[in-house]
């Protein structure tokens, strides 16, 4: 009998990136193999072994009836829920939508609209049921998703640092690209684990990890109108990307609206 | 007395999104193939309207975790012509490197984790390292090389960071593209042990009369540029592209299919590629072809997994090319201004030709974007395959029938997450 853990990997509206980060484990992957079960990965395997699952990695957001029924049934069948990746933690780049009119959304993309089953949101898993880790990204830092594995099946907590994207960039001693540049980065605000990508390649952080925990956004948007002589519309939109939904970005992509 | 069959795979597997195929029999003929496609809508092109286009190659990359580039160089090739910028010299050659990477990493994907385990008759990559670890360690070694590249130029494997309207944020030094160069060149090795690998399969005998859609440059194996052309004589321009196709919406799927107008379906992706561009390979990739048997008029597309493992060589030798004779340019972008027009453009993404369009305002804003992705243009081809290929064998046991029916979808490598929900439907417009 096969005692190890099972694992599974769903997916809901997304772009495949998160779970395929599992795949880019180049030098991993089969150490990975061998210790845990892949017992339900479609991507990856044409072999689907029944749950329930000791872990179970979700992706993607909620967007249609029949997805908001599929993840009662996967939490039923998954002692352990981890949700990977903006889609799932916040709702991805496709809850703009939250903003606006999906009938209006539908009739741009679709000839017969009445065709398409939609739900009026996307929302993040942890709105339909109980999520035990989010790991946040857009998309998740593959390093940082086998730390996550390994915790659960090893019954510890993660060790993900929940400071700011700030916090990595002073540590990799780059240049700030707000003080010697003057360009609005979400830096600040931002949840660390991209290793300050943006900054290390010269360009300002777009908030890809979405709200560290008690950012303050509204301080942020206002230095960069005022100090920095951004546009209101260029700030919004700066917060409208993979984590708009999320909490307090949501609530500073909506200012002067 | 007729029998009634009916094959069906509820959530087909190895494939990048959430498909399902339906297949009918009906006294032993074949009278209806459904390949639906379920991956719930995102509305790109909706949600890009209003934003900034600077933003578009960061936005359009989160179609497909699997092939952000592709995205990203549709869009800022776009967007360019919309600006009318053309962006030459080393910057074009370091975005046709990147384009390598992303190459690289996507086929070797798929060649080893996704369809070989169909010729071997497993069902997942780890089955096959149980007995041959060494070959598996071999495409991984292969994606490896691939996502360096991506990773060095673009700044991590999924989405990358540095693709930028005009240019790059960020170029890399010379020193940090030759430590890509004895990576690659390990990887060249494996690239051609691969084309030997998958030349050695058991082919179906199945040959289809497909229309082949590619791009052709007058030189090179296509990345980035060139005119549409076809194997039934269509030669294009870019921005012609509406002109020539058109999509529709059917019920079954939330990707709407293609087709070239007064001609019917085609096929887009690496076959058409090769049979169209073979002349433009590397003399290394050339060899290679034809070391596997691979004829230059081949339709099977069985016979795309060894097409995949040419491409690969070609795209490892010409990155090894660049590095060597790459000379840094001045600025890592050319300023782009915005003004109001429309911009079309098409890429050779891996799974195929990938068109976008924009139209902008003077002050850069997104008011128009249609986007037609490699996999919604193959799907009609994918569904008329599957009739032909089933008629000959509906003797077959249902679980044999439907191996080879899953096998001969992922021919395609579809990209169902890409596929979805893009198009504007065009059929009123003329």
Request: a negative charge; charged letters at 25%; glycine letters at 6%.
């Amino acid at each position: 009998m096969d005692l190890r853990p099972k694992l599974a990997v769903f997916k809901f509206a997304s772009c495949d990136g998160c779970q395929l980060s599992l795949l880019d484990c180049e030098d991993e992957l089969l150490a990975l193999a061998a210790s845990i079960e892949i017992a339900n990965f479609a991507e990856a395997s044409s072999a689907v072994i029944e749950g329930p699952y000791d872990l179970a990695l979700v992706e993607g957001s909620i967007t249609t009836p029949h997805d908001a029924d599929r993840i009662l049934e996967v939490r039923r069948q998954s002692r352990v829920l981890v949700t990977i990746g903006a889609c799932a933690t916040a709702g991805g780049i496709q809850a703009l939508r939250n903003f606006g009119s999906v009938e209006e959304y539908t009739r741009i993309v679709y000839a017969k609209p009445s065709y398409i089953s939609t739900l009026a949101t996307s929302t993040p898993i942890a709105d339909h049921v109980k999520v035990d880790y989010e790991l946040r990204g857009c998309p998740v830092n593959k390093h940082q998703l086998l730390e996550v594995i390994s915790a659960f099946l090893n019954h510890r907590a993660p060790r993900v640092a929940a400071h700011s994207v700030c916090v990595e960039c002073k540590a990799r001693g780059i240049t700030c690209v707000m003080v010697a540049r003057g360009e609005p980065c979400l830096g600040p605000v931002t949840h660390a684990g991209c290793g300050a990508l943006c900054p290390a390649y010269d360009r300002p952080c777009f908030g890809c990890y979405g709200p560290k925990e008690l950012a303050n956004p509204a301080a942020l948007g206002e230095w960069a109108r005022t100090a920095l002589g951004a546009d209101a519309a260029t700030v919004r939109r700066q917060f409208q990307t993979f984590n708009a939904w999320a909490e307090p970005f949501r609530t500073e992509g909506r200012r002067d609206d | 007395m007729t029998e009634r069959r009916r094959i069906k795979v509820d959530y087909l597997a190895r494939v990048e999104g959430e498909g399902a195929l339906d297949v009918t029999i009906d006294g032993g003929q074949v009278t209806d193939v459904r390949l639906k496609i379920f991956e719930p809508p995102r509305f790109f092109e909706a949600l890009l309207r209003g934003r900034h286009f600077t933003e578009a190659p960061d936005i359009t990359a989160r179609i497909c975790g699997i092939c952000p580039v592709a995205y990203q160089m549709s869009a800022i090739h776009a967007l360019e012509s919309a600006c009318g910028v053309t962006v030459e010299g080393p910057l074009r050659t370091l975005r046709r490197l990147l384009y390598c990477g992303e190459w690289i990493e996507s086929h070797a994907l798929h060649v080893y984790m996704l369809h070989a385990p169909d010729f071997l008759g497993v069902h997942n990559v780890v089955e096959i390292a149980r007995s041959q670890p060494a070959i598996v360690e071999r495409g991984l070694r292969l994606k490896k090389a691939g996502n360096a590249i991506v990773a060095l130029l673009g700044g991590r494997e999924v989405h990358p960071i540095n693709v930028k309207v005009g240019g790059f944020y960020r170029l890399p030094s010379k020193a940090q593209l030759r430590t890509l160069r004895e990576q690659l060149a390990v990887a060249r090795e494996d690239a051609l042990a691969t084309v030997a690998w998958v030349a050695g399969f058991d082919f179906p005998d199945f040959h289809r009369d497909y229309e082949l859609v590619a791009l052709r440059h007058p030189a090179e194996y296509p990345f980035n540029e060139g005119r549409i052309v076809s194997s039934r004589g269509l030669d294009i321009g870019q921005s012609e592209y509406h002109d020539h196709f058109e999509e529709h919406q059917v019920e079954h799927s939330t990707a709407l299919h293609c087709r070239l107008r007064g001609r019917g379906h085609y096929h887009v992706g690496p076959l058409a590629r090769f049979v169209l561009n073979h002349d433009r390979l590397r003399p290394l990739a050339r060899e290679a072809a034809a070391s596997a048997g691979l004829v230059t008029d081949c339709r099977n597309p069985f016979m795309s997994i060894v097409v995949r493992a040419v491409e690969m060589v070609q795209a490892i030798d010409e990155a090894i090319a660049i590095i060597d004779v790459v000379e840094l340019p001045a600025a890592p972008a050319v300023a782009v201004e915005p003004r109001a027009g429309t911009g079309l453009a098409a890429t050779e993404a891996p799974r195929g030709l990938l068109h976008h369009t924009y139209r902008i305002s003077a002050d850069g804003l997104i008011e128009h974007a249609q986007i037609v992705p490699p996999t919604s243009q193959n799907q009609a081809t994918i569904e008329d395959d599957l009739r032909a290929f089933i008629a000959p064998r509906t003797g077959l046991p249902d679980d044999d029938l439907q191996w080879q029916c899953e096998q001969a979808v992922r021919n395609y490598d579809p990209c169902i997450s890409c596929s979805t929900h893009f198009l504007d439907l065009r059929v009123t417009r003329r």
